[in-house]
């Protein structure tokens, strides 16, 4: 059974809009939840994380919101940029243990 | 640091063929693990290893699935015998954080199995 759900494949925004990227788990032992982001042909790279005890962290343009209650996290990008077309991947672990991915969202800004 | 390294970054191989796909972890990062991309299962993560040794190897699809580590700045990921289902980009990352909070990934190899 998948632990982690990106329910949603694909989002298409407009440069300068708000692209928000949904994630929901079921396990509420997750310690850290992150989120990666992929171009074609890469590795996928690092992009934001936060700590069960927190329910908002930013970073420039992206904040990563967790709502443990209803166990879903979020990725808010402001303003996109065409740059930001890429999948994103949402991430959970326990310590010590592998980080586990969602399927991925492919974000597509046009300008 | 050159970051991770995976080689070959394409294998095309027949069915019934051995594959074998290898990683240079970060030098100093004691986790190391392999995942594997496909459209219909995201990227799902197959073993780890710590410190050499194997921790989890759950994910493993198969007996035809192995992997190793014989040492600190190498694992290998090796499918035998190899069938088109497995076709997919197969990624090693490695970590220094005990929390594992955040793992840095190569480029993947793209297996093609014909």
Not at chain 1, 2 to 9: A, D, F, L
Not at chain 1, 37 to 62: H, M, Q, V
Not at chain 2, 14 to 33: A, N, W
Not at chain 2, 50 to 57: A, L, M
Request: hydrophobic letters at 35%; one cysteine or more.
């Amino acid at each position: 059974d998948q632990q982690v759900k990106q329910n949603s494949p694909s989002l298409s925004v407009q440069e300068g809009r708000i692209s928000i990227l949904n994630c929901d788990y079921t396990n509420s032992m997750f310690d850290y939840f992150l989120w990666y982001k992929k171009y074609p042909a890469e590795g996928p790279t690092f992009l934001i994380s936060i700590s069960s005890i927190k329910d908002k962290n930013e970073d420039g343009r992206f904040t990563v919101f967790l709502n443990k209650s209803a166990k879903h996290l979020s990725l808010h990008i402001v303003p996109s940029q065409p740059g930001d077309s890429a999948v994103y991947f949402c991430a959970f672990n326990q310590a010590g243990t592998a980080l586990i991915f969602g399927k991925g969202t492919t974000l597509s800004v046009s300008s | 640091d050159a970051g991770v390294i995976q080689s070959p970054r394409h294998e095309v191989t027949e069915m019934g063929q051995e594959v074998t796909l290898r990683c240079k972890p970060i030098s100093g990062h004691d986790y190391l693990f392999w995942y594997r991309q496909t459209m219909m299962r995201g990227l799902e993560l197959l073993i780890y290893f710590n410190n050499n040794v194997p921790i989890d190897d759950s994910g493993m699809p198969e007996d035809r699935f192995s992997a190793k580590m014989p040492n600190a700045s190498f694992s290998t990921l090796k499918i035998q015998p190899s069938e088109p289902r497995d076709s997919a980009v197969y990624f090693c990352a490695s970590t220094d954080d005990t929390m594992n909070t955040e793992a840095f990934f190569g480029q993947g190899t793209r297996l093609t199995v014909v």
